[in-house]
């Protein structure tokens, strides 16, 4: 039995915080065939949040954002300390007034801490900041 290596490499979106899985199957001459399943835990890099731009909010605030032109519908609030998702603090609807689609933030269902709010392009590209919340 011969022994064989390959290696992989594992890129995840601009900004992405969380958690990803993937399948690996791997299949012999002899039409053995074994599956793996690996558990990825993406982290927010150390530099990264002081490189991004930053808003401060205190607990209970409603923060409004004009998302900008290109946005394709994907939108992802994450705590950059323990990588949970917090899309139900999130509301998406076009604002006739500012002729462009308005991201709502709730932040009392927030922790206190930093989040990471990711917003994709339809160019493939995505923009971040960071929503600290704070406490009163």
């Keep these: 039995m011969e022994a064989a290596s390959i290696e992989l ?3 995840s979106e601009p900004w992405y915080v969380g958690s990803d899985r993937i399948e690996i199957e791997f299949s012999d001459p002899f039409a053995n065939v074994q599956t793996s399943r690996v558990d ?8 990264g949040e002081d490189e991004l731009p930053q808003i401060a909010v205190t ?5 409004p954002i004009i998302l900008p032109e290109g946005f394709s519908s994907s ?6 300390e323990n990588g949970v998702e917090y899309s139900a603090a999130l509301t998406i609807r076009y604002s ?13 269902s927030l ?26």
Excluded: F, K, W
């Design 75 to 80: 939108v992802q609030l994450t705590d950059m």
């Design 96 to 108: 006739e007034t500012v002729n462009r689609n308005l991201i709502t933030i709730d932040s009392a």
């Design 111 to 136: 922790p206190i801490g930093s989040h990471l709010l990711a917003i994709s392009l339809g160019s493939g590209e995505a923009v971040a900041l960071v929503i600290r919340v704070e406490g009163e």
């Design 9 to 11: 490499i594992y890129v």
């Design 59 to 63: 607990q209970g605030d409603v923060l």
């Design 40 to 47: 990825i835990r993406v982290g927010a890099c150390a530099s």
